[in-house]
T-cell receptor, first 114, second 109 residues
């Protein structure tokens, strides 16, 4: 049990719609990042938030956006959904003050775009 | 470009048949190498962090080792419950992790 919880666990959307995924970080972890994992592939970094600001972004278009709240919970928003957005979306948290650096992942939100 | 490559893509073992998974990496200035286990439809579960060549870490039937170019995850006398996808990752550009594609391990009873 990592203490990172995500919702919803599964959802189905149609192309062009918008989706919001939510994440509650592990207590004391002030850095949250989001990853996209397509079937059969490793997770791909989307972006990271620290102190409610984005401080790192992977190769994803602007229609992928996020928020981090004062209680360290976070949201991932995806606009104008495309079929290729179908994937497992993973939230991960870490303690920025930790000297070990490992990320702790939630169980993920499985998004299917039809 | 920072890169992580895992092999084999899939590995099928009989219970008790020991083997190793490989993770080769290219990065300027290694700041750690992470191993994760991922069960189907679940998030990755942290296993080990290795920081320097020659370092080894063990957990139950798993032992991870690190050289200057690659890491190995040795599985000794595996059991069916060890079946999972094993991912390795390195931190690149800040604290983001770059993952390999994973090795899907199946252990048959």
């Amino acid at each position: 049990e990592t203490g990172v919880t995500q919702s919803p666990t599964h959802l189905i959307k149609t192309r062009g719609q918008q989706v919001t995924l939510r994440c509650s970080s592990q207590s004391g972890h002030n850095t949250v990042s989001w990853y996209q994992q397509a079937l059969g592939q490793g997770p791909q970094f989307i972006f990271q938030y620290y102190r409610e600001e984005e401080n790192g972004r992977g190769n994803f278009p602007p229609r992928f956006s996020g928020l981090q709240f004062p209680n360290y919970s976070s949201e991932l928003n995806v606009n104008a959904l495309e079929l290729d957005d179908s994937a497992l979306y993973l939230c991960a948290s870490r303690d920025r003050n930790s000297n070990t650096g490992e990320l702790f992942f939630g169980e993920g939100s499985r998004l299917t775009v039809l | 470009e920072d890169q992580v490559t895992q092999s084999p893509e899939a590995l099928r073992l009989q219970e008790g048949e020991s083997s190793s998974l490989n993770c080769s990496y290219t990065v300027s200035g290694l700041r750690g190498l992470f191993w994760y286990r991922q069960d189907p439809g679940k998030g990755p579960e942290f296993l080990f962090t290795l920081y320097s060549a020659g370092e080894e870490k063990e957990k139950e039937r798993l032992k991870a080792t690190l050289t200057k170019k690659e890491s190995f995850l040795h599985i000794t006398a595996p059991k069916p419950e060890d079946s999972a996808t094993y991912l390795c990752a390195i931190p690149t550009s800040g604290s983001r992790l770059t993952f390999g594609e994973g090795t899907q391990l199946t252990v048959n009873p």
